[in-house]
């Protein structure tokens, strides 16, 4: 599913936004809709829980914060200049873990309609989200 | 004004089993109400059931939540439920997050959010969870006046979008007084759950209610898997219609005890078969019930002692087969042994039961089991509940049959240990004797509410055919209903044995 996300962030950054990662796309869409379900400081908690999970896979995350609005800063940051492969890779494990985290508290079925709200266009399969994330 | 000039109050169904009847028929349409009660009691569950009853995509439901459960532990949690449609998430239903408004910004603020969410959905559902929250900081910040105002101003706004609103809040009783909040409420949906030895007791109360007639009172609820389920003290009976009484005999499976009855048992009665262990209150209990089975009347078995087969089983052993119409549906045999039982939940089962077959009789054997079933707390009101319950199912035409256990006492002749002689038409008490170095087994007709009866104290026996009463009455002994009789010598006759007694009729 996160891989599914950033595909589709990335196809539609290419135009609109080409300084911006695709994980960055990605978490500032979930942000909206789960401020408004969990408000802004559960939101918080779960990005930043999600990053810290993220930055032991991915040391190149440990410059990312998580703003006082739940904001990602610091992503793009790491970009292209560094290591463009590795940058992409912390922005997928990111994305990966905050999916992760709403599986585990919310299931599957809850995920995937908020998920499919914000991305109505992109097909998900319920039976293989959970194993997606973690592959 | 005539009624049809009147404004006719549309019912929400609540989603939950029984609380549309306590409500007097739902929940009034565009109503502002409260959901109060301690934690832990149910609110958020109820508020979601009425959220998930009521919620469609064109009037969605709005919940927002403050500063209680986090929502997404409150998703987590309440998606357990049955209940619980993912399929409307995000559309019908839609969860709205106010907490850092009240934590950061002042009541109209918050008032701003809820009617810019409320506009823009136009939401026949709208729940703020928890409303106390919301309360705390205004008072903290500003006057009782101004929430007031407040309260007044959210009211007037949810009634003008046509929305019906639940405030969910702890509170405790004593702050109904001087509340404004209660006082701008149209309904008071109060939760309450104590615990007794080992039980948990959960009761409900609307205490108030505008616009229409809620059944008064506390009534049980539980939380399943399914939510909660609320059992009315009228047991959905209020406004049912009572049967009109019967001059119909049904016979009790015993020929000779039907003549002792006068011709069997008023249809409609309640009868309560006394006796200590052993004497066969539980064979006379069957015997009337497949004598129904036989004259095609459905009966419901309740046991709470043993196990359906088991009772099945026992009544195989006297001839009776209660297997057959077990699978042909024309019999139930109820076990009702979980822990913390209700009167309530009880009486649900059992009419749920009497509706499902049509049945015309009801065993409840024993009395004694029933209570002891139940949660302690309601041991208290059994005879109360007891009386609820026979009242009701007598009133649709069904008879009953209820068996107690009675300690044998050789100094009286008691008819039952719960002083419920009174709930009953008809009572029939067994007892043991002492008769010439035999214990023996006696019946006598105490009471019949429906007319004349026999006096006649019978000898019977318990035998492969059921319950078997012997040839005419006793009338050598005096003294028998102490148990201990004494033989009577009349003149130019001899003391003898009493004899074995003969059977003459089969059960």
Not at chain 1, 78 to 95: F, N, R, T, V, Y
Not at chain 2, 136 to 162: D, P, V, Y
Not at chain 2, 261 to 272: A, K, M, T
Not at chain 2, 450 to 476: C, F, W
Request: net charge neutral; hydrophobic share 40%; proline share 4%.
């Amino acid at each position: 599913m996160a891989r599914r996300l950033l595909a589709c962030e990335a196809a539609a950054g290419r135009n609109s936004e080409p300084t911006r990662s695709a994980a960055f796309r990605v978490c500032e869409k979930l942000r909206q809709p789960l401020c408004s379900l969990a408000g802004v400081a559960g939101f918080r908690s779960l990005l930043s829980r999600a990053l810290a999970l993220a930055r032991a896979e991915a040391p190149s995350l440990s410059a990312v914060q998580v703003g006082a609005d739940g904001s990602l800063q610091g992503l793009d940051a790491l970009g292209p200049q560094k290591d463009k492969d590795m940058s992409k890779e912390g922005g997928a494990i990111l994305i990966a873990q905050l999916l992760g985290l709403l599986l585990l508290f919310i299931g599957v079925g809850v995920t995937l309609r908020l998920v499919q709200d914000v991305w109505p266009e992109v097909a998900f399969d319920d039976r293989d989200s959970g194993k997606e994330i973690n592959a | 004004m005539s009624t049809q000039d009147r404004v006719t109050i549309n019912k929400l169904p609540t989603g939950v089993p029984g609380l549309d009847e306590i409500l007097g028929g739902g929940l009034p349409e565009f109503s502002f109400n409260i959901i109060a009660g301690a934690p832990g009691s149910g609110k958020t569950t109820l508020a979601h059931q009425i959220v998930f009853a009521n919620a469609t995509p064109e009037r969605p439901a709005l919940y927002f939540t403050i500063l209680g459960e986090p929502a997404i532990k409150m998703l987590r949690y309440q998606q357990q439920y049955t209940f619980f449609d993912q399929a409307k998430l995000n559309h019908a239903v839609r969860f709205i997050n106010l907490s850092q408004i009240v934590l950061e910004k002042d009541l109209n603020a918050v008032l701003e959010e809820i009617a810019k969410e409320v506009e823009k959905a136009s939401p026949g559902v709208v729940v703020v969870d928890s409303f106390r929250t919301v309360v705390r900081k205004a008072l903290s910040g500003s006057n009782e006046l101004e929430l007031q105002s407040f309260i007044q101003r959210l009211a007037l706004l949810l009634t003008s979008w046509q929305a019906t609103t639940f405030l969910v809040g702890e509170y405790v009783e004593g702050e109904i007084r001087d509340n404004p909040v209660f006082t701008v409420a149209d309904g008071l949906l109060w939760l309450y759950q104590s615990s007794d030895r080992n039980s948990i007791l959960r009761k409900l109360q609307i205490v108030k209610l505008r616009g229409q007639a809620s059944v008064p009172g506390l009534h049980t609820f539980r939380i399943t898997h399914a939510g909660l389920q609320a059992f009315s003290r009228t047991l959905g009976l209020a406004g049912q219609q009572r049967k009109i009484p019967s001059t119909r005999r049904l016979s009790i499976g015993v020929p000779e005890l039907d003549t002792m009855l006068g011709g069997g048992i008023p249809e409609g009665d309640s009868v309560l078969v006394a006796g200590a262990s052993g004497t066969g209150k539980s064979v006379l209990a069957t015997q009337f019930i497949a004598e129904g089975i036989r004259q095609g009347e459905p009966g419901i078995v309740v046991v709470f002692e043993e196990r359906p087969q088991e009772y099945a089983g026992r009544a195989g052993s006297f001839g009776l087969d209660l297997e057959t119409p077990q699978r042909e549906k024309k019999l139930e045999i109820l076990y009702l042994r979980p822990l913390d039982l209700s009167v309530d939940e009880t009486m649900r089962e059992i009419l749920d039961a009497v509706v499902r077959i049509g049945a015309k009789r009801l065993v409840i054997d024993s009395l004694a089991g029933f209570e002891m079933a139940l949660a302690p707390s309601f041991r208290m009101e059994f005879r109360e509940s007891l009386y609820r319950m026979i009242t009701a199912l007598t009133g649709i035409g069904v008879t009953i049959l209820s068996t107690v256990e009675m300690a044998e006492s050789f100094t009286e002749f008691p008819f039952s240990t719960y002083s419920i002689s009174f709930l009953t038409d008809d009572i029939i008490r067994l007892r043991y004797v002492s008769i010439d170095g035999q214990l023996r087994k006696i019946l006598v007709v105490i009471k019949m509410r429906g007319g004349k009866h026999s006096n006649d104290i019978r000898e019977y026996e318990i035998t492969s055919a059921g319950l078997v009463i012997s040839d005419g009455r006793l009338t050598d002994y005096q003294g028998l209903i102490t148990g201990i009789p004494v033989r009577l010598h009349r003149s130019g006759e001899k003391e003898k044995p009493a004899g074995e007694p003969k059977p003459t009729s089969k059960g």
